[in-house]
């Protein structure tokens, strides 16, 4: 089965890592790509101002690798763009 054919627990599953790991990961790269998009730069403009590839920014936003890609990764994409983060605690259900 490709991997884009499958739901997040069964790719969590096949890579051996956290569903939620998972999950968190595809929100913030939802995210980078629309704030990408949204600022009018392209893939090689970001790349060049986070020193990496246009290539890495590419499979960073496909989803490829997703459990490789490092949070830090992610979280220097997003302030490059002009996000701050900051940690919270979750709502009572």
């Known amino acids: 089965m490709a991997w884009k054919e499958m ?3 069964e790719l969590a599953s096949n890579l051996g890592v956290n569903v ?3 999950q968190e990961k595809q929100k913030l790269i939802q995210l980078i790509t629309k704030a990408r998009k949204a600022s009018g730069l392209s893939q090689a403009s970001l ?3 986070v020193g990496v590839s246009q290539s890495r920014i590419a499979q960073i936003e496909s989803g490829v690798g997703t459990s490789r890609v490092t949070f830090d990764v992610l979280l220097n994409l997003l302030s490059v ?3 701050d983060f900051k940690i919270v605690p979750k709502k009572a259900a």
Request: hydrophobic share 35%; glycine share 8%; aromatic share 8%.
């Open 20 to 22: 939620k790991e998972v």
């Open 47 to 49: 790349a060049k101002k």
């Open 7 to 9: 739901t997040v627990e």
């Open 81 to 83: 763009l002009g996000y």
